[in-house]
RNA sequence: UGAGCAAACUGAGCAAUUGCGGACAUUAAUGCUGAAAGGCUUUGCCCGAGGAAAGUCCGAGCUCCAAAGGGCAGGAUAACGGCUAACGGCCGCCGGGGGCGACCCUAGGGAAAGUGCAACAGAAAUAUACCGCCUAAUUUUUAGGUAAGGGUGGAAAGGCGAGGUAAGAGCUCACCAGCGUAUAGGAGACUAUACGGCUCUGUAAACCCUAUCCGGAGCAACACCGCAGAGAGACAUUUUGUAUUUGCCCGAUACGUCUCGAGAAGGUGGCACUGAGCUGUAAUGGUAACAUUCAGCCAAGAUAGAUGAUUGCUUUUAACAGAACUCGGCUUAUAGGUUUGGUCAUAAA
RNA sequence: GGAGACGUAUCGAAGUGGUCAUAACGGGGCGCACUCGAAAUGCGUUUGCCUUCACGGGCACGAGAGUUCGAAUCUCUCCGUCUCCG
């Protein structure tokens, strides 16, 4: 059961925006809720603001690969938000996978 | 050796582990689900972003509107000859401009069909006498001639020299520029030579004229399937009206109309493909673009949208940048590198 | 993905080939009047950048080329912003 489900509509995401906690980095923000079922649900947002496509694309991988790293760790039941800024993508993506580990242990969902 | 020109190519590579999207394979390997078709998971094997995928600036295919209609309006192109499915693209060539040169740039039809515009300055802007010069009368000045000189302007009626003259003027002559005619060469634009009369402002990316071409909208087009609401009342019977056909006039097609109430969400095809297909130190024709033939190949196809991460090595630690119906161009962005062919300068032989 | 529209002072905008940026006109800011004080109203003024002690000069209409004697205006290529199409 290592199959990412991802959220997809638009209400989804102003929901979370909306009734989510937030937890902000210089290179990452994170949206949680939890919702009714037992699953983890995730979805990633790259707006225009990043930049062109290819690093909006990048930005998209880098999250969605560090999301893959921890998706054991995480309590079921919750629904996650990440939102790239400007600087992930410049960074490595190694960094990336410590920050969300530390905004995830803050939104206390990380399980060790 | 230095400087510079043109064309073509490349767009980090290799290995390991792991991860993602798709096609195919089943006799059935693995289980689950289902009445079945099938779906999901696993397995095998193969494929998986670009030279610009970008901008959407042109041209097409394809789909619907009447298998595409008429007129007006509107738009595009613009030396000449070719190539192409087509083009505003490409190739060759001519004219003009730049460079010592290799070579580069060029929206380059018509201003003698007509109309408009040319601010300010200047006497005068397509017609003219302000100053000056000359002649006559007179000696404040007036009349006539004159575009050589001054000044204004982007532009002042060919340029420059000689003759000529009262002063001047293509008035005459030589050379140059422009126009026309003839001859020669060329497929043509045009070029060369000879002769002739004669000197014409610029602007068409102002209207316009000439020639050629253009119906409109776009895959969020369009076709099909299923779900939900879903019904109620009133009026009318063929004239209107509405919508589409870029703008207007015809013509054409579709729709009964109005009120109340409710709702506007999803899937499949189109779509990935035997095609204006790709590759080739191939052959033939052609200066070339390109065409024909031959051989081989089938090559991403998502639907919130697939290429990432880690490690090792190489030389520099990689620029611009991500397909979305598909092609042919153009334009713009782009680190570094490779190859080929010319040019100039200097030195040596 | 596709189809369009628009970029001019601090803001909204007019100007659509010369004298034209006096950047019209409106809003904003500042000052004055009115008022015990304010608001509203009225009048005046301020409004880009560079250079200069100052007078003045140059560059500026999103950016860069071109046409023209002359471009905010006409043409082309980029950049940015906004709208529409299920």
Same mark, same amino acid.
Request: one cysteine or more; hydrophobic letters at 35%; a positive charge.
């Given at each position: 059961?290592?199959?990412?489900?991802?959220?997809?509509?638009?209400?989804?995401?102003?929901?979370?925006?909306?009734?989510?906690?937030?937890?902000?980095?210089?290179?990452?923000?994170?949206? @949680?809720?939890?919702? +009714?079922?037992?699953?983890? =649900? #995730?979805?990633? $947002?790259?707006?225009?603001? !990043?930049? %062109?496509?290819?690093?909006?694309?990048?930005?998209?991988?880098?999250?969605?690969?560090?999301?893959?790293?921890?998706?054991?760790?995480?309590?079921?039941?919750?629904?996650? @938000?990440?939102?790239? +800024?400007?600087?992930?993508? =410049? #960074?490595?993506? $190694?960094?990336?996978?410590? !920050?969300? %580990?530390?905004?995830?242990?803050?939104?206390?969902?990380?399980?060790?």
């Amino acid at each position: 059961m290592n199959k990412i489900i991802t959220l997809k509509k638009n209400k989804e995401f102003n929901r979370l925006y909306s009734k989510g906690k937030a937890y902000v980095s210089k290179s990452l923000i994170l949206y @949680v809720l939890p919702n +009714r079922s037992c699953e983890k =649900r #995730i979805g990633i $947002t790259t707006s225009k603001k !990043i930049g %062109k496509a290819v690093d909006r694309n990048r930005a998209r991988r880098v999250i969605k690969e560090s999301y893959r790293e921890v998706l054991k760790n995480i309590k079921p039941g919750y629904d996650l @938000v990440f939102v790239a +800024r400007k600087k992930t993508t =410049r #960074i490595k993506s $190694t960094k990336v996978l410590s !920050i969300m %580990k530390e905004q995830l242990k803050e939104a206390g969902v990380f399980i060790s």
